[in-house]
T-cell receptor, first 110, second 115 residues
Framework: LAKTTQPISMDSYEGQEVNITCSHN???????ITWYQQFPSQGPRFIIQGYKTKVTNEVASLFIPADRKSSTLSLPRVSLSDTAVYYC???????????FGRGTSLIVHP | DSGVTQTPKHLITATGQRVTLRCSPRSGDLSVYWYQQSLDQGLQFLIQ???????AKGNILERFSAQQFPDLHSELNLSSLELGDSALYFC??????????????FGPGTRLTVL
């Protein structure tokens, strides 16, 4: 069962780039890496997904090194509205148990 | 709006009671997931159904049960409620229910308070 490790919290300021790294040392060959964002009292929302190298969409970029044992979510030029909890979700190698972990609480300051 | 609906939005009940939470997945999604989120436990996976069949089971208590109906909506039944069951309960849906590739779309949640 792939387990993920993320920093518990991070602080940033408006306009800065934020990078949140997730460790998943036991990731399986067929596992994808997915990131979700959650605002207080709301359900998590999909941000981005990748398998290897780099993926970019209109919201974020996801960097995955060749060994795939970690991944980094990059949020360009954050604003106050990016204050949320960010979860890294890794496939479980086939057992279908989604493990979100505690996530990273990002606070963006003015 | 994710397209996933959950009712009720809030529920207040007493210890020992039984409640039913309801979830309607996005149109076309065959898989439904249930999660519990409390302040001290984070987002905990409870159970998943795919096209009416149970696919995966997480840390779901024996007092809790769920099912997915032919029209694909799902219900989570919580019985013999305890104070510690107070939490946000989320439902999510996905197209197929393959954990390592499917995007999960979450509903707004049901906030359960047990007094």
């Amino acid at each position: 069962l792939a387990k993920t490790t993320q920093p518990i919290s991070m602080d940033s300021y408006e306009g800065q780039e934020v990078n949140i790294t997730c460790s998943h040392n036991n990731i399986a060959t067929n596992d994808y890496i997915t990131w979700y964002q959650q605002f207080p009292s709301q359900g998590p929302r999909f941000i981005i997904q990748g398998y290897k190298t780099k993926v970019t969409n209109e919201v974020a970029s996801l960097f995955i090194p060749a060994d795939r044992k970690s991944s980094t979510l990059s949020l360009p030029r954050v604003s106050l509205s990016d204050t949320a909890v960010y979860y890294c979700l890794v496939g479980d190698g086939g057992s279908y148990i989604p493990t979100f972990g505690r996530g990273t609480s990002l606070i963006v300051h003015p | 709006d994710s397209g996933v609906t959950q009712t009720p939005k809030h529920l207040i009940t007493a210890t020992g009671q039984r409640v039913t939470l309801r979830c309607s997945p996005r149109s076309g999604d065959l898989s439904v997931y249930w999660y519990q989120q409390s302040l001290d436990q984070g987002l905990q996976f409870l159970i998943q159904y795919y096209n009416g069949e149970e696919r995966a089971k997480g840390n779901i208590l024996e007092r809790f049960s769920a099912q997915q109906f032919p029209d694909l909506h799902s219900e989570l039944n919580l019985s013999s409620l305890e104070l510690g069951d107070s939490a946000l309960y989320f439902c999510a849906s996905s197209v197929q229910g393959l954990t390592n590739t499917d995007t999960q779309y979450f509903g707004p949640g049901t906030r359960l308070t047990v007094l």
